[in-house]
C-alpha cells in the first residue's frame, strides 16, 4: 500500500502517495484526495522518487572530517554549545534552520533556544521567504493569519497575483487557478510583474510594473477605490481602524500619476483598477516579488489595505493570499521559527507571552529580547559575537545575500554545527561537526502549507546509515546539556505538546490554536487527514476561511489600515552598475538543487544558470545571445549565460538562484545581492541589486558529454550535471592544453587502447571534436570552439541510446550536425516526456494551434503539466517567427 505524506518542495503542500513497485523501484504520484492538489504534481513533485537514493549522502556524524560516533559527535556540540553560554552568555550562540524542516523539529528546536539556552538567536531560511508576510499580516490583523484558502482561487473572478511566477514557483496552484478560468469565463486574471514570466501566458492583463514600485500602484489602487466610492462601510467601520490615515497617505492618487511612477500606461493601470473596484470576489496573490523587498512589510500592507476598503476578506472567493514558498514555512511559524517570535504565535515582546511559554515549558529561563534575523545574524558570525552556530537542513553559503561574506564567517567561527542529510553542500564544506539527518521519504511529522492546512509528512523508507530524526537530534543534544522536557518517545508526543501550547491560556485571544489535537492518539496522528487550523472544540475539523465578520487579533478585535510611503528599493542603479539585478527560481529547480540535480528529467529544462536581458541591454553591453556574460554588484561577481528576450524589462536582469559551487563554478547568484533588509521584516532585498554586465570572452568553449562523472575544475566557469544516460559539463576557459586529444581523453577519463576516435581538428578555425567510442556504443564525446557557437546538445545526447551507433551517427559526430534536422529537439520544454521547443514549433507550424493539439501529438503537457504555459507561449510567438533550428 503507498503511503500518503507530501511533496517538500513548495508551500502549495501537495498530497503525495509514495511507494514501492513489484521491482522495489520507488514511485511518487500525485494523492488523489489530498485538498491541496487532488492527484496532480508538478515536474518537481513527480520525480521525486529519482531523488531518493543515497548517493552523496551523509550517512554517519563528523568531527573535523573524519567519521564518529554519534556520543563522541553529541557530546562534543553539548559541550560546545554549554561551554559558550556559560563563557559569554547565551547570545553568543546562534541556531540558523530551515523552512524544510518537519514542524516537530521546529518546535524543539525553538525550545531548546529559547526555552533553555535562554537566546533568542534562532532564525530560518524562511526569513529570505516570507517573514514580510508574518509582518504585514501582524500589522493588519494584529496576527500571523492567511485569511483565505486555496479554494478561494477557484471562486474568484479576478484573480491578482503579484510578485509571483506561480506557474513556475506553485505550478500546481497555477494550474488549479487557469482550470478554473477555464470553468469560468467571467474570471479575469492579472499578472504584475517586471518579467512577463510564463505566469503571464493565458492571463488577461500584465502589468510589467518598474522593479519596486508595488506599493505605488496599489496605494493608487486604494485612492481609486475610494474615488469610486467601492468601499464596504459597514466592513470598515465595525471591523477596522486607522482608514483616515492611510487615505491620508495616498492622498488623491491619480492613475496618470500611479502609471507614471510605475512605469505603465494609463490605460493598463485604469484598466486594472475597474476591474478590482467592479469584481467583488477578488483574491489578491503575492509571494517573493512582494517580501523580498527593502520595504516588502509596506507593499504587503498596500495590498491588504485594498482588501479592507472593501471588506473583501475572509468571505469565499477573496482576499489578500500570501503564497509561502516552502514547504514548512508555515509551520515555523507556528512554532516561533523566526527570531522576532515565541511558539504557538506568541511575541517575544509580550511580558505575559514570555511568562505562559516558560510555564507551559517548566524552562529555567525564557528569551527576553528579539535575536538576530538572518543578515544580522551571520554578521554577527562575522564579527565575533556569535562563536557557536548550528545550522540545519539548509545551505546558507548559497541562498544568502553576500553569499561570499557568509562563507567567510563560518571560516573564522570558532564552533560550526551542520545537521543534513548530504554530506557535501557548500555549507557543509565549511562545518567542523555534521550530523547526519534523515530526508524526505525517511522523516515523520508534519508542515503546514499556504492555506494553513497541516498535513503529514510520512515515512515510508528506512532510515540509512546511522542517520536520525532532526528533532531526535536537537533532544539528544539538548539532553546532554543537563536540559529535562527533551525525551519524547516519537514525533507524536511532541506535536501534542505543541497542540497544547497553541491552547494553553488562549481563550480566544491568539490565532494559532490546534488545541482540539492536544490528545490526538499515536494511531490517530498516524491517520491524521489534512486539516486547516484553527482545530478547537468551535471548529473541530478546521476553518477554511477567517476573518469575515472582524475577530482580528489586535486588542480591539479591529484590522488596522497602516499608512504607507512608497520607498524605492535601498540601492539605486548608477552609472557604474546600471542594471536592477533580480533572483529568482527556475521551473524545475529548487533552492540550491542538492535534491533537483538528482533527477535527470529536472535537469533538462534549464542545465546552465542564465542571465535573461531585454534585447535593447543586450545590444547596449554587446551581448550576444548564448554567449557568457559577467555580471558584477559592489558584493561580488558571477557569469552565466546570456538570454536575450523581450520579455525581460528595460533595464532589468534576471538571474535564477540556484547553482552552487557543487554544480557549476562562478555561478553564485547570491555572492551579488546587497545584504540589504527590509527595516521590520529583515527580509533580504533578493529582487534588487545595481549590477553591470560585461561581455565574458573565454578563449575556449567546451563542452562534454561522457558516461562516467566529469570531474569539476580548479577554476573558471563551469556547470555540471547528471543526465539520463551521461554526464554534462559546460566549461570555458582561456588556456589552451598542449593537446586537445590528451586533454579530451583525459576529461572522458578513458585509456587510448580501449578506445576508437572519431575526430574532426580545423586549427585554423580552432574547432575540435573528439567522439570515443568503445564496443561500438558512443562512450563520450568532447566538443571545442573559440566562440559560444558549438552544436546542439539535445542531439548529441540522442546518441547515448544509440547501441551500436549507426554509420549515419557515426558521420553525423564528425560533421558536427545532425544527419536529419528533426533529429535536433531543441531546449526541452516538457521533462516528463522530453519534448523539445523545436520539435512543438514544428508541429505548430503543421497546423497544431493548441496545447491541446499539441499535447495529442508529442504528448507534452499532457502529465503534470508544468510546461502548459511554455507551450503556449511557443505557440503565440512560433507560428509568427520561431523556425525550428
Ligand atoms: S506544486 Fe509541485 S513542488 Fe509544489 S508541492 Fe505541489 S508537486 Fe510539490
Redesign the pocket.
Known amino acids: 500500500m503507498p503511503v500518503k505524506t507530501t511533496?517538500p518542495?513548495?508551500g502549495?503542500?501537495?498530497g503525495v502517495l509514495a511507494g514501492r513497485d513489484a521491482a522495489g523501484k520507488v514511485t511518487v504520484t500525485g494523492d488523489p484526495q489530498h485538498p491541496a492538489?487532488f492527484g496532480r504534481?508538478?515536474s518537481?513533485?513527480?520525480t521525486l522518487a529519482d531523488t531518493v537514493d543515497l548517493d552523496g549522502r551523509l550517512l554517519a556524524p563528523v568531527v573535523d572530517g573524519q567519521e564518529t560516533s554519534w556520543d563522541a559527535a553529541l557530546d562534543l556540540v553539548a559541550e560546545g554549545f554549554a561551554r559558550t553560554i556559560r563563557e559569554h552568555g547565551p547570545d553568543s550562540v546562534a541556531f540558523y534552520v530551515s523552512g524544510q524542516l518537519l514542524t516537530e523539529d521546529y518546535y524543539v528546536i525553538n525550545k531548546l533556544a529559547k526555552g533553555f539556552c535562554g537566546t533568542a538567536n534562532i532564525d530560518t531560511n524562511s526569513r529570505l521567504c516570507m517573514a514580510s508576510s508574518v509582518a504585514g499580516h501582524k500589522r493588519a490583523f494584529g496576527s500571523d493569519t492567511v485569511p483565505g484558502c486555496y479554494e478561494d482561487l477557484e471562486l474568484a473572478d479576478l484573480l491578482i497575483l503579484v510578485g509571483s511566477n506561480a506557474a513556475w514557483c506553485?505550478?500546481?496552484?497555477h494550474q488549479r487557478m487557469t482550470a478554473a478560468k477555464d470553468q469560468n469565463p467571467g474570471c479575469r486574471i492579472v499578472v504584475i510583474d517586471p518579467r512577463h514570466t510564463a505566469t503571464c501566458e493565458g492571463a488577461d492583463l500584465h502589468l510589467p510594473l518598474r522593479p519596486g514600485s508595488d506599493a505605488v500602484l496599489f496605494n493608487g489602487l486604494l485612492a481609486a477605490l475610494m474615488r469610486a466610492n467601492a468601499v464596504d462601510g459597514t466592513f470598515v467601520r465595525a471591523f477596522t481602524t486607522g482608514v483616515d490615515t492611510a487615505l491620508d497617505a495616498v492622498g488623491d492618487q491619480t492613475v496618470a500619476e500611479t502609471a507614471d511612477i510605475c512605469g505603465l500606461t494609463e490605460g493598463a493601470v485604469e484598466r486594472f483598477f475597474d476591474w478590482f473596484i467592479k469584481t467583488e470576489r477578488t483574491v489578491t496573490l503575492y509571494s517573493q516579488g512582494i517580501n523580498q523587498s527593502s520595504s516588502g512589510v509596506d507593499k504587503v500592507n498596500a495590498i491588504i489595505n485594498c482588501h479592507l476598503l472593501t471588506g473583501r476578506i475572509g468571505r469565499p472567493g477573496m482576499g489578500p493570499f500570501s503564497l509561502t514558498g516552502q514547504?514548512n514555512a508555515m509551520g515555523g511559524r507556528e512554532v516561533g521559527g523566526l527570531a522576532n517570535q515565541l511558539a504557538a504565535h506568541m511575541e517575544l515582546d509580550n511580558p505575559l507571552h514570555r511568562e505562559i511559554v516558560q510555564r507551559f515549558w517548566h524552562s529555567p529561563v525564557i528569551a527576553d529580547k528579539a535575536g538576530l534575523k538572518a543578515v544580522d545574524m551571520f554578521d554577527a558570525v562575522a564579527d565575533g559575537r556569535i562563536k557557536a552556530i548550528w545550522i540545519m537542513s539548509t545551505n546558507p553559503l548559497v541562498s544568502m545575500p553576500d553569499a561570499d561574506r557568509v562563507r567567510a564567517a563560518l571560516d573564522g567561527c570558532e564552533l560550526v554545527v551542520v545537521s543534513d542529510c548530504l554530506r557535501h553542500t557548500e555549507t557543509t564544506r565549511h562545518a567542523r561537526v555534521l550530523l547526519p539527518a534523515l530526508a524526505w521519504g525517511e522523516k515523520d511529522g508534519t508542515v503546514t502549507n499556504s492555506e494553513r492546512r497541516i498535513s503529514r509528512q510520512r515515512s515510508f523508507l528506512p532510515a540509512p546509515g546511522s542517520a536520525r530524526a532532526d528533532w531526535q537530534i536537537i533532544c539528544d543534544v539538548a539532553q546532554r546539556m543537563g536540559f529535562g522536557g527533551f525525551d519524547y518517545a516519537n514525533a507524536a508526543e511532541i506535536f501534542r505538546e505543541h497542540a497544547r501550547l497553541s491552547g494553553f491560556e488562549n481563550r480566544g485571544t491568539r490565532d494559532f490554536d490546534i488545541s482540539a489535537l492536544a490528545t490526538i492518539q499515536d494511531r490517530a496522528y498516524d491517520t491524521l487527514a489534512p486539516v486547516q487550523w484553527p482545530v478547537t472544540s468551535e471548529y473541530p475539523t478546521g476553518a477554511p476561511r477567517l476573518f469575515e465578520t472582524g475577530g482580528f487579533f489586535t486588542p480591539d478585535g479591529k484590522a488596522r489600515f497602516v499608512p504607507v510611503t512608497p520607498r524605492a528599493p535601498k540601492n539605486a542603479t548608477s552609472r557604474e552598475f546600471p542594471l536592477a539585478l533580480n533572483t529568482g527560481r527556475v521551473r524545475d529547480h529548487w533552492h540550491t538543487m542538492t535534491r533537483t540535480a538528482k533527477s535527470p528529467r529536472l535537469m533538462l529544462h534549464m542545465f546552465e544558470p542564465c542571465a535573461e536581458f531585454h534585447p535593447e541591454d543586450a545590444r547596449r553591453e554587446s551581448l550576444d545571445n548564448g554567449a557568457l556574460v559577467r555580471l558584477t554588484s559592489p558584493f561580488g561577481a558571477m557569469v552565466a549565460r546570456v538570454a536575450v528576450t523581450s520579455e525581460q524589462r528595460r533595464g532589468c536582469v534576471f538571474v535564477p538562484m540556484h547553482w552552487s559551487g557543487e554544480f557549476a563554478g562562478e555561478a553564485l547568484a547570491n555572492a551579488l545581492v546587497n545584504p540589504v533588509t527590509d527595516p521590520i521584516s529583515g527580509q533580504p532585498e533578493l529582487k534588487h541589486t545595481p549590477v553591470r554586465a560585461e561581455p565574458y570572452l573565454p578563449k575556449w568553449h567546451v563542452f562534454i558529454l561522457s558516461r562516467r562523472e566529469i570531474e569539476a575544475p580548479p577554476g573558471g566557469y563551469w556547470v555540471r550535471g547528471r543526465m539520463e544516460r551521461y554526464f554534462r559539463m559546460e566549461l570555458a576557459f582561456d588556456e589552451r592544453p598542449e593537446s586537445w586529444r590528451d586533454w579530451a581523453r583525459e576529461k572522458l577519463r578513458l585509456r587510448e587502447a580501449e578506445i576508437e576516435w572519431i575526430a574532426y581538428r580545423d586549427p585554423g578555425a580552432g574547432r575540435y571534436r573528439y567522439a570515443a567510442v568503445q564496443n561500438g556504443r558512443l562512450e563520450g564525446c568532447v566538443f571545442i570552439a573559440p566562440d559560444h557557437k558549438l552544436v546542439s546538445r539535445s542531439w548529441l545526447s540522442s546518441l547515448f541510446a544509440e547501441d551500436p551507433l549507426s554509420p549515419a551517427a557515426r558521420m553525423s559526430l564528425l560533421a558536427g550536425r545532425p544527419s536529419d534536422a528533426r533529429e535536433d529537439i531543441g531546449q526541452v520544454v516538457c521533462s516528463c516526456f522530453g519534448v523539445g521547443r523545436n520539435q512543438i514549433t514544428t508541429e505548430a507550424l503543421k497546423g497544431a494551434d493548441t496545447v491541446e493539439a499539441i499535447g495529442k501529438r508529442l504528448k507534452a503537457g499532457t502529465n503534470c503539466g508544468a510546461c502548459r504555459p511554455e507551450i503556449a507561449k511557443l505557440l503565440h510567438a512560433g507560428v509568427r517567427d520561431t523556425q525550428p533550428a
Request: with cysteine.
Open positions: 511533496c518542495y513548495c502549495v503542500g501537495c492538489n504534481l508538478c518537481k513533485g513527480s506553485h505550478p500546481v496552484l514547504p
